[in-house]
């Protein structure tokens, strides 16, 4: 059974950093998929980035290219998200999620584990 465990997060000045970690057990060693999703209150989950366990490539929506970064460190079973620049618009709750297939995707319908979410707030 795959688990992911959510930790970072927090409040954070307009244009300061932050790092998100989700640790996980149960993916092994097959080629699954891990992303980064968010949502603002009264709205639908997003995805914003993902990253494929097979050979790390790396994918992100417009609203986030080029200030966050998506990671991962197989030894601790980890994945990463370093969020840079931050504006408050990126005010909202972060998740992780996992799929068991080869490709990314940024649809929050194609994964089937989540992190139990947690809030970024961009604020002075």
């Known amino acids: 059974q795959v688990q992911l465990v959510q930790s970072g997060g927090g409040l954070v000045q307009p244009g300061g950093s932050l790092r998100l970690s989700c640790a996980t057990t149960?993916?092994?060693?097959?080629?699954?998929?891990i992303a980064w999703f968010r949502q603002h209150p009264g709205k639908e989950r997003e995805g914003i980035s993902c990253l494929r366990s097979a050979d790390d490539s790396t994918y992100y929506s417009d609203d986030v290219e080029g200030r966050f970064t998506i990671s991962r460190d197989a030894a601790k079973s980890t994945v990463y998200l370093d969020l840079n620049s931050l504006k408050s618009e990126d005010t909202a709750i972060y998740y992780c999620a996992s799929r068991n297939r080869y490709q990314c995707t940024l649809m929050p319908y194609h994964f089937d584990s989540w992190g139990q979410g947690t809030q970024v707030t961009v604020s002075s």
């Open positions: 149960g993916l092994g060693s097959t080629n699954y998929a």
